[in-house]
């Protein structure tokens, strides 16, 4: 139920996001379970996780060095989630910088595209208007561009003396998938991973610049006390509550996808009395249901505090069956822990280094910018301030 353009970076519907529900599809989710998003392989690149967070922040201290203070995290951001994303895919010897640098824009183009692919859908007949055909061009030559990065990193592998048999590249090699589904599902990945972790920790970080206070009772958990932390460790994040929280908030007050990626009924069915024939697409809106005032007090307004044990049970179960993000169901995001974990040690480490602040008078625009992902629709730009010793700057 995905556009017809989609076909041209989905190897004709063949991901795991594009896939039916089936035989194919299950064995491609049990391969990124097994393989990708296995508990084991997540776990075997912390320190790789924790040192590219370091790496992340000395960058964008650099860069408010030159600029009296003035940052856009995003690219680095971004870049940081391609790398553990990449090792996933690849192993844990992966360390092109071309590739990271290089498959961004197509990532950040696939979804900017989004919009058109739909327009195209409803109507059809502009695939075949000359003066609108630029869309389809153009998803060719993002097309070329995945190849020209994705294959060779897979030749690499496969020429390697110890390839890695733990990636999900070995996986996808040891089933036969052909080598153009292989391409596309691994790119697939980086496009699920990559703008969901990275937009979460921007809006993240524009809620708590809005909420200085929400910022600095967050700061006084993960640096443990007034100063900052050396580095805020994988095992540490899993410890503080205050964080999880604030993530969850994010989640909730901004979820990524808010209409979640399209659904299809595969028997007839019922829905409060409604018929919905077999093959119907369904789009669910997770962003109603995470602003629900039947469900949350308040919805409109940033609190963390409301996912923490300070709640009636009655009102902790009913945020709990209404807390769906990630979606839900058999295709709820197979990314989900990984997802958080990495938003949650990308914002402790921010936090603990740096003091956002407002670039301007005004704050963060908060104003979204809908396609299949909701972004910021101007990216942020704030002010920081280095948290060396307590109440200290460097700019």
């Not at 680095?76 to 824009?105: K, Q, S």
């Not at 055909?133 to 998803?139: A, S």
């Not at 996808?172 to 969901?196: A, C, K």
Request: hydrophobic fraction near 40%; charged fraction near 20%; include cysteine.
């Amino acid at each position: 139920m995905l556009p017809y353009m989609f076909k041209y970076i989905s190897a004709n519907w063949t991901t795991l996001s594009t896939s039916d529900h089936g035989p194919y599809w299950q064995s491609l989710r049990k391969g990124v379970q097994g393989f990708a998003m296995n508990p084991s392989s997540i776990s075997s690149q912390t320190l790789s996780q924790e040192k590219e967070a370091i790496a992340m922040t000395q960058k964008i201290q650099e860069q408010a060095a030159v600029n009296g203070g003035i940052v856009h995290p995003i690219d680095n951001i971004r870049h940081n989630t391609i790398r553990v994303v990449g090792r996933l895919c690849f192993g844990p010897d992966f360390n092109n910088e071309t590739f990271v640098v290089g498959i961004d824009p197509f990532i950040y183009d696939i979804i900017n595209i989004a919009a058109l692919a739909r327009f195209a859908d409803a109507f059809p007949f502009t695939r075949y208007i000359p003066g609108l055909r630029g869309p389809f061009r153009k998803v060719a030559e993002i097309r070329d561009g995945i190849v020209s990065l994705v294959e060779p990193e897979i030749t690499r592998y496969q020429s390697s003396k110890s390839p890695c048999t733990t990636c999900y590249l070995h996986f996808l090699l040891s089933n036969g998938y052909t080598m153009e589904t292989i391409i596309f599902i691994l790119f697939e990945m980086f496009v699920l991973s990559v703008d969901s972790t990275s937009t979460a920790t921007t809006w993240a970080l524009a809620f708590l610049i809005r909420n200085s206070e929400i910022q600095h009772k967050l700061f006084k958990e993960v640096s443990g006390g007034d100063e900052k932390r050396e580095r805020v460790t994988v095992d540490q994040v899993s410890k503080m509550p205050y964080l999880q929280a604030v993530v969850s908030e994010v989640f909730r007050m901004k979820p990524i996808a808010p209409l979640a990626i399209p659904h299809k009924t595969v028997n007839d069915t019922t829905l409060t009395g409604l018929k919905i024939d077999k093959g119907t697409a369904v789009i669910i809106n997770i962003y109603a249901v995470l602003r629900d005032p039947k469900v949350w007090d308040e919805p409109e307004r940033f609190m963390p505090e409301r996912f923490l044990n300070e709640n009636a049970l009655s009102d902790r179960m009913a945020m709990e069956r209404s807390f769906i993000p990630f979606g839900a169901g058999r295709r709820i995001c197979v990314g989900m822990d990984l997802g958080k974990l990495q938003v949650g040690l990308t914002l402790a480490n921010l936090i603990n280094s740096f003091e956002w602040l407002a670039a301007d008078g005004d704050g963060p625009d908060m104003t979204d910018d809908f396609t299949i992902i909701l972004r910021m629709k101007e990216p942020l730009v704030a002010r920081i301030k280095a948290r060396t010793n307590l109440g200290a700057s460097l700019f």
